[in-house]
């Protein structure tokens, strides 16, 4: 089978095309022919500065697959050959609280990921693809989409009457956008470009904020609610935006923090002045997978992709996440 794999710390370099022979899932583990893969931020950073991360060489990097069974072992009970799934971003959390040996098993990462044409997972570390969905969008999911379900119903606990904040037009942000709507909340959302945010605005976004045009986007946002804040923020930004995602929530509002895409520090003294929940969130569990699944079939969601690129240009989809001019998705089709 042909794979992507990370082979050293040169960056998109150090990726590279090879043969591996065709695995043969054991009793209860089964062989998926991935159709598609969605790039995350955070595959990019795992190709560009591996060391930092404990990547052994080589890797198969990328979180997120979609595809078919095509074989399963003799112990296999939750699928069947021909059945559509994802597999999910974490191997073994299946319900409950993350715990650490959940954390050391994230495809991609600690193990090997979806960026190859065929792989192995055991079956408990898949879900049923959502009916009426394509395979290259099925591959969003599991990491942007599932985070952006976690950050908005089980911290942010989001309503017809909440207000959501969004940093940006990525995966998650656009997700959590989708999803916000489908519960009739009020979506405010940044971005730098205004074309961008008339997409968002097309979605369902209901206050646009240029960021570039107004460093002090916070205090646009309190505008917007009346000097209120938001109830809940999806911060993909990290310690560079929080300060400003802070200021912009509620008294007693909620943020869930995802993102690492800017640096910084950050003084925590306003978290407690405003009794605010901060909830780091990495992904999701399987439970909230086949949770969100089902409220995307009941609610005809389907996932926005920016761009497709064939497997064999691989690499010319991590840069394009590298130079950050997308809406939602970008995807590899396998």
Not at 173 to 201: F, H, Y
Not at 215 to 244: Q, R, Y
Request: charged share 20%; aromatic share 6%; glycine share 10%.
């Amino acid at each position: 089978m042909r794979h992507y794999e990370i082979i050293n710390d040169q960056g998109l370099a150090g990726l590279s095309l090879a043969n591996r022979d065709l695995p043969q899932p054991l009793a209860d583990q089964v062989l998926i022919r991935v159709r598609a893969s969605s790039v995350n931020y955070r595959d990019l950073m795992t190709i560009m500065d591996p060391a930092p991360r404990g990547i052994i060489y080589p890797r198969i990097p990328n979180s997120d697959g979609a595809g078919e069974v095509v074989a399963i072992g003799d112990e296999v009970t939750r699928f069947k050959v021909g059945d559509k799934v994802c597999g999910t971003f974490f191997q073994t959390w299946v319900d409950g609280s993350i715990t650490a040996n959940d954390m050391a098993n994230a495809l991609g990462g600690t193990v090997d990921g979806m960026l190859a044409e065929y792989r192995i997972l055991n079956q408990n570390g898949l879900v049923p693809m959502p009916d009426g969905l394509s395979f290259e969008e099925a591959s969003t999911l599991p990491c942007a989409a599932l985070t952006a379900w976690n950050s908005i119903f089980e911290t942010g606990k989001v309503t017809k009457d909440s207000t959501v904040l969004l940093l940006g037009t990525g995966g998650v942000s656009i997700m959590a956008l989708q999803l916000s709507k489908m519960v009739g909340a009020r979506v405010i959302i940044t971005s730098s470009s205004d074309a961008k945010l008339e997409r968002a605005k097309q979605l369902g976004a209901w206050g646009l904020v240029n960021y570039s045009e107004n460093p002090d986007w916070e205090s646009h946002v309190l505008k917007l609610t009346s000097g209120n804040g938001v109830d809940h923020t999806v911060e993909v930004g990290g310690a560079g935006t929080l300060e400003k995602s802070i200021a912009a929530t509620k008294v007693g509002g909620s943020i869930g923090l995802i993102g690492v895409l800017t640096g910084g520090q950050i003084n925590p003294t306003a978290v407690m002045r405003k009794s605010i929940k901060l909830q780091g969130i990495y992904v999701g569990s399987r439970k909230m997978f086949d949770d969100m699944n089902q409220a995307i079939v009941d609610h005809s969601i389907r996932p926005v992709i920016d761009q497709v690129v064939d497997f064999e240009e691989a690499k010319d989809a991590f840069s394009e996440m590298r130079n950050a001019n997308h809406f939602g998705k970008l995807v590899i089709k396998i």
